[in-house]
């Protein structure tokens, strides 16, 4: 019985270790694509439909949070980048 608990309670630590994988709406070029074929499809349909508007607007929001996403995820400069102080 101890070794069972022993085994139990390392692979908890490796679940723990290992975590969740990221997902695919974790990933900015993904949500800049959906925003910007939302977008165009909204406006393209916006003479036709009344929720035209609301798929623009969804997009735009899509659009802009990938780029706040680019942003933050950036690498962190490194010694041998040739950027100025």
Request: glycine share 10%; net charge negative.
């Amino acid at each position: 019985m101890v070794t069972f608990d022993n085994e139990q309670d390392e692979v908890a630590q490796a679940e723990q270790k290992r975590g969740s994988a990221p997902g695919s709406w974790d990933r900015p070029l993904i949500l800049a694509s959906l925003g910007l074929a939302m977008m165009l499809g909204g406006y393209a349909a916006m003479d036709y439909l009344m929720g035209a508007r609301l798929a623009l607007f969804g997009g735009l929001f899509l659009f802009v949070i990938s780029g706040i996403l680019m942003y933050r995820n950036s690498p962190p400069p490194t010694k041998d980048s040739d950027e100025r102080e």
